[in-house]
C-alpha cells in the first residue's frame, strides 16, 4: 500500500501536510508530519511532496517519482547533501491514519483530490 500524489493536480497548498500533523500532534504542528511539501529555489513555482515511509522516502515531483531506500539516502553523501529530505528522515513513518475515523487525513484534506491509496 502506498500514497501516490498527481503532480498534474499538486498546488503546493500544503494542507496535506497540516493535516498530517494534525494526525500526529492533534495540533497543526508541521514538524511531525509523514509528507511535506517543498520548493526549489532554482525554479519559479516549482514544487514537490516528499513522503516518509517506514523504509522508504518517496519523491513525487513534476517530472516523476523517486523511491528510495532510507537506509540508502543515508549512506549516499550526494543525498544525503539534500538538506530538504534530513529532518522528515527522523519522523514517524506514514501508518495511513490507521487509527483515525475516515481514513488517510491528507487524502481528506487535500483540495484538488492529488492524493490517493493504492496498491
Ligand atoms: S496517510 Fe495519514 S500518516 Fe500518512 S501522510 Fe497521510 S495524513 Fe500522514
Ligand atoms: S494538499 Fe494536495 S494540493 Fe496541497 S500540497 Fe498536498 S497534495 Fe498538493
Known sequence: MRL???MTKCMGCMAC??????????GFAFL???IQVYR???KKDYSG?????DEYLVLSRPEGLEVSRIGAIEEDPEK???A???PLLLREGCDFC??????PMCIRFCPVDAITLGE
Do not use: F, N, P, Q
Open 4 to 6: 501516490a500524489i498527481d
Open 17 to 26: 501536510e497540516m493535516a498530517c500533523g494534525y494526525h500526529r500532534d492533534d
Open 32 to 34: 511531525s508530519s509523514s
Open 40 to 42: 526549489s529555489k532554482e
Open 49 to 53: 511532496v516528499m513522503l516518509k515511509e
Open 80 to 82: 544525503e547533501a539534500d
Open 84 to 86: 530538504s529530505a534530513k
Open 98 to 103: 490507521e487509527a483515525m475515523d475516515g481514513g
